[in-house]
């Protein structure tokens, strides 16, 4: 039998579960959120395992993403189009 490791909470997935989070995310700790990309992806993960409501926050990040990756394709497309016409 595999017993689950228990682990103490961190602060961030304490704001999360009470729904703070986002807010600090989204004011005090903005600037730090959207230039450091592995504070980014580690706080996104902890917002989708412990947030208690959807965050406006998270679905903007993915949808960013969502975005550059279809224009990826949108541009990469446009050459092989161009080739064949």
Known sequence: MKY???KPKRIFEELAEMNFL????ETKWREF?????KFRDDVNEILIEYA???VSILEKHYLEQLCRSLQYFIDYTKVWTNQRQ
């Open 52 to 54: 208690k409501a959807e």
């Open 33 to 37: 959120y959207e230039k450091n990309e």
């Open 4 to 6: 689950k490791q228990v």
């Open 22 to 25: 986002e807010g600090l995310l």
